[in-house]
């Protein structure tokens, strides 16, 4: 499968982005999908992740009531939906689907967990 995320661009504090993630040559039916960010000179972290399973979703405490998850199986495509973006958002941020068939557990936000990632969307937020 491959991801292409998309929806990334230079908003101002406060402002609202829809970051879209869609897959190609595979379904995202059976596997959890994960959203990550990337700011210069940090390593990779886990924003947000949908369980395949249940729909479940979980949020890193650094973005709880600000962002939100969703999918939409008809269009094969994961959206992460940014509200009240702060300068400490900016960042590259990828999509990523889980190493793991239907994982049972809740989603992971461990970035070793993930395998097929898309090619990232630069989200600048400026104060």
């Known amino acids: 499968v491959q991801l292409q995320a998309s929806g990334g661009g230079l908003v101002q504090t406060g402002d609202s982005l829809r970051l879209s993630c869609a897959a190609s040559g595979g379904t995202l039916d059976y596997f959890a999908i994960g959203w990550f960010r990337q700011a210069p000179g940090k390593e990779r972290e886990g924003v947000s992740c949908?369980?395949?399973?249940?729909?479940?979703?979980y949020l890193a405490d650094s973005v709880k009531g600000r962002f939100t998850i969703s999918k939409d199986n008809a269009k094969n495509t994961v959206y992460l939906q940014m509200n009240s973006l702060k300068p400490e958002d900016t960042a590259v941020y990828y999509c990523?689907?889980?190493?793991?068939?239907?994982?049972?557990?809740?989603?992971?936000?461990?970035?070793?967990?993930?395998?097929?990632w898309g090619q990232g969307t630069l989200v600048t937020v400026s104060s």
């Open positions: 990523a689907t889980d190493r793991v068939y239907q994982r049972l557990d809740p989603c992971s936000l461990d970035v070793r967990d993930y395998d097929y």
């Open positions: 949908i369980s395949s399973v249940d729909g479940r979703t």
